[in-house]
């Protein structure tokens, strides 16, 4: 069975600073992975994906996260964050088989301060 | 673009009345999802679906929930008899197989 863990419940940076949110993953088949982001009271939005090729994957908003097997985890990373980009954060991670639930993570507080 | 839209958005119910949740997938989608977030905690599977029968379900998924997909588009959630605790937004989920979208919600308050 999978599992996500994001070890950092919250996370404040400063307004234009660099970011990593941590995500590392358990699961004894080939994955899939995500992140989705949540502002208050609304639902999942996708950020980006992992389905398979390139290792860096893009996403909106000026995210990227990097798929790395060895160490299995799978960071969100932003060069620059802004106040708007407060919200909470979810790694999420599928087998590439059975019934392709996703297993979500604790998530982690995003708090972009000025 | 398709989206899975879910019905209603927000509902208020008392302690021991029945709830049905009700989503519509993307059309062509195979397997069906219901997800729970209770306020400020992580996103939990509860059920999926496929092929008109329960394919895996948590072990939050007793005998109070059930699943239905009553006439080939709408996949209901129901819920017999609410807790409390069963206030939560209830995600709806789709998939072709492969990659899952969501819908955006339905917000269960139970008083």
């Known amino acids: 069975a999978q599992s996500v863990t994001q070890l950092d419940s919250q996370v404040p940076v400063f307004e234009e600073a660099p970011v990593e949110l941590r995500c590392n993953y358990s699961s004894s088949v080939s994955v899939y992975l995500f992140w989705y982001v949540q502002y208050p009271n609304q639902g999942l939005q996708l950020l980006l994906k992992y389905l398979s090729g390139s290792t860096l994957v893009k996403g909106i908003n000026g995210f990227e996260a990097e798929f790395n097997k060895s160490q299995t985890s799978f960071h969100l990373r932003k060069p620059s964050v802004h106040i708007s980009d407060t919200a909470e954060y979810f790694c999420?991670?599928?087998?590439?088989?059975?019934?392709?639930?996703?297993?979500f993570g604790t998530g982690t507080r995003l708090k972009v301060l000025a | 673009e398709p989206e899975v839209t879910q019905t209603p958005s927000h509902q208020v119910t008392q302690m021991g009345q029945e709830v049905i949740l009700r989503c519509v997938p993307i059309?062509?989608?195979?397997?069906f999802y219901w997800y729970r977030q209770i306020l400020g905690q992580k996103v939990e599977f509860l059920v999926s679906?496929?092929?008109?029968?329960?394919?895996?379900k948590s072990e939050i998924f007793d005998d109070q929930f059930s699943v239905e997909r009553p006439d080939g588009s709408n996949f209901t959630l129901k819920i017999r008899s609410t807790k409390l605790e069963d206030s939560a937004m209830y995600f709806c989920?789709?998939?072709?197989?492969?990659?899952?979208?969501f819908g955006e919600g339905s917000r269960l308050t139970v008083l």
């Open positions: 999420a991670v599928s087998d590439r088989a059975g019934t392709y639930k996703y297993i």
């Open positions: 989920a789709s998939s072709p197989p492969g990659e899952l979208f």
């Open positions: 059309s062509n989608h195979l397997y």
């Open positions: 679906f496929y092929n008109n029968e329960i394919s895996e």
